[in-house]
T-cell receptor
């Protein structure tokens, strides 16, 4: 079964809009949650979250984790066409599977000019 | 510093042929991961190594797939014989493994090999 579920699967917005991408997970021995951006090629790292309630920011992107409710959100404000990509959420676990990431299916974001 | 290097970038082959994909991780990284990405199944972990030792190969689809890491700077993923359903983008990723965790657990992806099996 899916351990990491992202929503929505696809999102189309206009430049300047604000978007919120969701990632929920159901795992034991949670260690951290990571967000990646994938354009035409390889995923590139955005954020890693390990503690609840602490927002991570990078420019117009921000993310926060809720370990009690088992989800994370990725916010993008004032979207630009260059934000168009697939955004992947992944969870890392403690213990014997340390190192392995469990990826969600991703959210395809399309930003129109 | 160079990122993860993969070769070839594109491979087109015929069903039944052997395919070998290559990966050079980032220098100093001691964990290496092979992923496969398709539209239908998304990003799937095939196998990963810590300090050149395979840790989890449960994602390897079947015996036609094999992976090796003879040293810290090189890994191969081999498919023999290849089938059309193996067509996908294969990514290699590396990271510096540590029990302390933190940012150093972040995986860095190579550009991928797009495999087409006709």
């Amino acid at each position: 079964e899916d351990k990491v579920v992202q929503s929505p699967l696809s999102l189309v917005v206009h430049e300047g809009d604000t978007v919120t991408l969701n990632c929920s997970y159901e795992v034991t021995n949670f260690r951290s949650l990571l967000w990646y951006k994938q354009e035409k090629k390889a995923p590139t790292f955005l954020f890693m979250l390990t503690s609840s309630g602490i927002e991570k920011k990078s420019g117009r992107l921000s993310s926060i984790l809720d370990k009690k409710e088992l989800f994370s959100i990725l916010n993008i404000t004032a979207t630009q066409t260059g934000d168009s990509a697939v955004y992947l959420c992944a969870v890392a676990l403690r213990g014997s599977t340390l190192g392995r990431l469990y990826f969600g299916r991703g959210t395809q974001l399309t930003v129109w000019p | 510093d160079a990122g993860v290097i993969q070769s070839p970038r594109h491979e087109v082959t015929e069903m039944g042929q052997e395919v070998t994909l290559r990966c050079k991780p980032i220098s100093g990284h001691n964990s290496l991961f092979w992923y496969r990405q398709t539209m239908m199944r998304g990003l799937e972990l095939l196998i990963y190594f810590n300090n050149n030792v395979p840790i989890d190969d449960s994602g390897m689809p079947e015996d036609r797939f094999s992976a090796k890491m003879p040293n810290a700077s090189f890994s191969t993923l081999k498919i023999q014989p290849s089938e059309p359903r193996d067509s996908a983008v294969y990514f290699c990723a590396s990271r510096r493994y540590s029990l302390q965790g933190g940012r150093i657990n972040t995986q860095y992806f190579g550009p991928g090999t797009r495999l087409t099996v006709l």
